[in-house]
């Protein structure tokens, strides 16, 4: 089972929802998002987190840490 996490910012490209989406049908994938920013809209269907409500710091450092791709938009 692959583990995605996608890193999301305000002025992430449009190209970030296609390729989260592509990754949430993946049979077995789980998929996080973590908006680094308030105001993001989140994608469906995955579990969204936001740093600085949801999670710390080390906590995002632990996510990375736990996921085998790590995407940075």
């Not at 999301?8 to 996080?32: C, F, I, M, W, Y």
């Not at 973590?34 to 105001?39: A, D, R």
């Amino acid at each position: 089972m692959a583990r995605f996490l996608h890193l999301l910012k305000r002025d992430s490209p449009p190209l970030a929802a296609a390729v989260v989406e592509q990754n949430r049908r993946e049979t077995g994938a789980e998929v996080t998002v973590v908006l680094l920013e308030e105001g993001i809209d989140a994608p469906k269907g995955v579990t969204v987190k936001t740093l600085g409500s949801d999670l710390d710091y080390g906590q995002l450092l632990e996510l990375i840490f736990e996921s085998d791709h790590v995407v940075t938009w």
